[in-house]
């Protein structure tokens, strides 16, 4: 698998542009850990169950917290073989009454770590009736993770997944001291019972699916910022564009605009108009725009992005100590570079290295790996690091690509291979 594509999603709300006829849909059929629910160390703390009246959710670390109604709870379900009771609240604006907003009961059977199941009893349709919720979510005790399914109240096809982990045993003891710690101190009137009976959570809100056909390949994401399972709502959830394969970049998300069909969207020199999103997220259709103007391109004739990057050495230059001379810049990766790049690449060092400077620049790999290759190759050109920010002010989507630069780093041509370099370099041309 390719890692070292940037994923970059750019929308524009532009007019008269010849769009083509021939729509294409998309299913977002898989439902991913983007890198911010990867990362998540978000926590379902577990409070211990003594009575029907329970204190509500509340932001955790405000000193004086506004008085508030305790939620009541109507019926409680049938809990045979449960010794004991605790509870949580779990995230989910698609299920909000009247009654209560934002955060779902849960009572949780057999709390204690045990060899026993735990139940988790969700009052899924938010009316604090937890008695007609249909059969608890279940955790054997040789089980680590749970994937709770949660449904839109108004719209029966719109789901929101949340991902729980058990807490383990005997691992980051001093950092969950600490938690333990700060939720018994800010709980209220909660009773905070143990961080090793709480659980990991991640709210699976992103689908994603790949666009392929010819040379064509790229990821349309969509995540749901409300967790409410709806994945269309202008101004709130996000819209995403990326390299086929490649984890979701939550940072580079851009927000969906209020008329669907006045959006455009750019990959790899091409540029499309979205043409409609599914509620629950299952599709999306697009048409490319026919001679669109190109956004994201850099300019010939215009200076580089400024841009500093690290080399084998690990020492950091900044593309400014090239300006006196031609630079040309190669974006790569182990797997895009071939026998022919590496060629030119050597003939340009060896027979112009006076005339013009190489900065290759490895784009995605492990740098132990990028080591080995120049140890065992012998390689001879200049190699470094990119980096995701110079990926980003390049517009790099696809490798291997390549920029010629005239003096003062003033952009000559791109994409331009090394063989082209070199070519030209041998005709001399300047």
Not at 81 to 104: K, M, P, R
Not at 171 to 177: D, G, L, P, T
Not at 310 to 325: A, M, P, T
Request: proline share 3%; with cysteine.
């Amino acid at each position: 698998m390719r890692k070292l594509h940037i994923a970059i999603a750019f929308l524009f709300a532009m007019g008269n542009q010849a769009i083509s006829q021939n729509t294409m849909e998309l299913e977002l059929d898989n439902r991913i850990e983007d890198d911010k629910i990867s990362k998540s160390l978000a926590i379902l703390p577990v409070y211990k169950y003594e009575d029907v009246n329970i204190e509500p959710y509340t932001m955790f670390g405000v000193s004086e917290k506004p008085e508030q109604e305790d939620i009541v709870l109507k019926k409680l379900p049938n809990m045979e073989g449960c010794v004991d009771t605790g509870y949580t609240y779990i995230f989910f604006s698609g299920a909000n009454t009247e009654l209560n907003q934002g955060y779902l009961v849960t009572l949780i059977g057999n709390y204690r770590r045990s060899m026993r199941t735990v139940y988790f009893y969700i009052d899924r349709n938010n009316n604090l009736d937890l008695s007609d919720d249909g059969p608890p979510d279940s955790l054997s005790y040789k089980e680590t993770e749970k994937l709770l399914r949660l449904q839109n109240l108004n719209n029966s096809s719109a789901e929101h997944f949340v991902k729980i982990s058990r807490i383990e045993y005997g691992h980051n003891v001093a950092y969950k001291r600490m938690l333990t710690e700060h939720y018994k101190k800010h709980s209220g009137r909660k009773v905070f019972t143990n961080i090793n009976y709480c659980y990991r959570e991640q709210r699976y809100n992103t689908l994603a699916g790949s666009y392929r056909s010819g040379t064509d390949s790229f990821t349309i994401a969509l995540k749901d910022m409300n967790n409410n399972g709806l994945f269309n709502e202008s101004c709130i959830d996000k819209f995403y564009v990326g390299a086929a394969d490649d984890q979701v970049q939550t940072d580079v998300m851009s927000l969906i605009l209020p008329n669907t069909e006045n959006i455009f969207f750019e990959w790899n020199k091409k540029r499309y108009q979205l043409r409609s999103i599914k509620p629950d997220g299952s599709s999306v259709s697009f048409a490319k725009a026919e001679e669109a103007e190109l956004s994201k391109k850099l300019r010939v004739g215009k200076k580089l992005p400024k841009f500093s990057f690290v080399n084998l050495q690990n020492e950091r230059i900044s593309i400014k100590e090239y300006k006196k001379k031609p630079t040309y810049i190669f974006f790569w990766d182990l797997e895009s570079i071939s026998d022919a790049d590496t060629a030119y690449l050597g003939k340009i060092h060896r027979e112009f290295g006076d005339r013009i400077s190489i900065i290759t620049l490895n784009h995605g790999d492990e740098p132990k790996k990028v080591r080995m290759m120049h140890y065992y190759d012998e390689i001879q050109w200049p190699m470094a690091f990119s980096s995701t920010a110079i990926g980003r002010a390049f517009y790099v989507e696809s490798l291997p690509v390549g920029y010629l630069t005239r003096k003062r780093l003033k952009l000559e041509k791109y994409p331009v291979s090394p063989k082209q370099v070199y070519e030209q370099l041998s005709s001399g041309e300047k």
